[in-house]
């Protein structure tokens, strides 16, 4: 947005509302799938010369066979590039095309060499000021071939100034991350664990629900844990009677099964067949009517 071509219109600026949606969006998108395949084939390009450098140092072996430098093998499998190499790699990549840009401008413009750099970070950075703008003299020498030119380096430019933008927010977060560390002085936990001592004891709302125990015995949830204390001199818990009685409940539950099915049972060969006879307790009694729901049917 130089400003050198408006619209003038109401219904060619409600146009440029509308396209200026569908356009920015889909440009950010092609901007943010250039530097995903940037980056790709840059960590593939940065991946082979770490590798023939292990190569070269002896601890890679060339034949491709694991032998002792198996673990670094195994850590080339997983290895990314560093986020400043490639900060670096981008840096020197924007660099490159400005200088080319500017090489292109400053003859063909008018402008200083300096001028012509400053124009093409405004212009890579999608800043656009509008007090350096090219293609705006009446003629120029090869007019067609420049303006291709032009249109390249800007669209070059803008792709590695907006990838190396997203790749210096990474190390600014990393860099106030590292500060927020350094700032986290011991003197904050000493704070943190008085504060956690002096709420240990103290009972939420919610405590009593959240600390939800399953009985592996009786297959049922304890609201609490004091449903499995004494609540008296009298009386036992459940939980100590469960304990306690483990195998007198056992023996009673498979009198219980077969005293409701008829004792002796004699099982059918459907029944044994569909795997739901045997075992002791409720879920042999429930499988038990399983099977014998079946058989009827």
Not at 56 to 79: C, F, I, M, Q, Y
Request: charged share 20%; proline share 2%.
């Amino acid at each position: 947005g130089f400003g050198m071509t408006t619209p003038a219109t109401v219904g060619g600026k409600i146009f440029l509302i509308f396209y200026g949606l569908i356009g920015c969006a889909g440009t950010i998108l092609f901007f943010n799938l250039f530097l995903e395949r940037l980056i790709t084939v840059i960590a593939y390009v940065m991946k082979s010369c770490h590798e023939r450098q292990l190569k070269r140092k002896g601890v890679l072996p060339h034949n491709g066979r694991r032998g002792s430098g198996t673990s670094e093998v195994d850590s080339l499998a997983g290895w990314k590039p560093s986020v400043y190499y490639v900060m670096l790699i981008l840096c020197v990549a924007s660099l490159i095309i400005s200088c080319c840009a500017s090489a292109m401008y400053t003859p063909i413009e008018g402008w200083s060499y300096f001028d012509s750099l400053y124009f093409c970070f405004v212009a890579f950075s999608t800043i656009g000021f509008g007090d350096l703008v090219s293609s705006q003299n009446i003629k120029y020498e090869s007019q067609g071939l420049y303006r291709f030119g032009n249109f390249v380096f800007i669209l070059m430019g803008v792709c590695c100034i907006y990838s190396l933008f997203n790749v210096i927010s990474i190390v600014i977060k990393q860099s106030i991350n590292w500060i927020l560390k350094k700032l986290d002085c011991g003197c904050c936990h000493r704070c943190q664990r008085k504060l956690f001592r002096s709420r240990r004891n103290v009972v939420m709302p919610g405590n009593v629900r959240s600390r939800r125990n399953i009985s592996i015995e009786t297959d049922v949830v304890n609201d609490s844990d004091t449903d499995g204390r004494r609540l008296s001199g009298e009386m036992i818990s459940m939980k100590d009677f469960l304990a306690s009685n483990k195998v007198s409940l056992a023996i009673m539950q498979k009198q219980l099964s077969e005293t409701a099915n008829g004792y002796p049972r004699q099982m059918s060969s459907n029944s044994k067949q569909n795997g739901f006879s045997g075992g002791v307790g409720a879920l042999a009694i429930m499988n038990n009517r399983l099977a014998e729901t079946s058989v009827d049917r």
